[in-house]
């Protein structure tokens, strides 16, 4: 759906638990409850680009941490710095439709 913080950038909504968004808390994403605020809307946005490791799929920059994408790394997924080769094929995300 579009950002909470930014209608040019993507929130990604429960369809389980529709008042639930993924954000980020101390790096690491979790669902939680919008609480409506701008916080938690900055947390909730992200923007899709060029995947970093493949440019025909996506990666995700965060809203509030322009350094940082979401990536998966230990099966958890966080936001961090992607400097490597194994950085960027964790931050890239096949998208389907």
């Keep these: 759906m579009p950002g909470l913080a930014d209608p040019a950038g993507v929130s990604f909504q429960s369809v389980n638990y529709p008042t639930r968004y993924l954000r980020h808390y101390d790096y690491a994403l979790q669902l939680d409850v919008n609480d409506g605020t701008s916080t ?8 899709r680009t060029a995947g970093l490791a493949d440019s025909t799929w996506a990666s995700f920059r965060s809203y509030n941490n322009p350094t940082r994408y979401i990536r998966h ?3 958890v997924l ?3 710095p992607v400097s490597t080769t194994t950085d960027r094929q964790d931050a ?3 998208v389907g439709y």
Excluded: E, P
């Excluded at 938690?40 to 923007?47: E, K, L, R, S, V």
């Design 40 to 47: 938690f809307a900055g947390d909730a946005t992200f923007y």
């Design 73 to 75: 790394s230990n099966y």
């Design 78 to 80: 966080r936001i961090d």
């Design 92 to 94: 890239t995300f096949r």
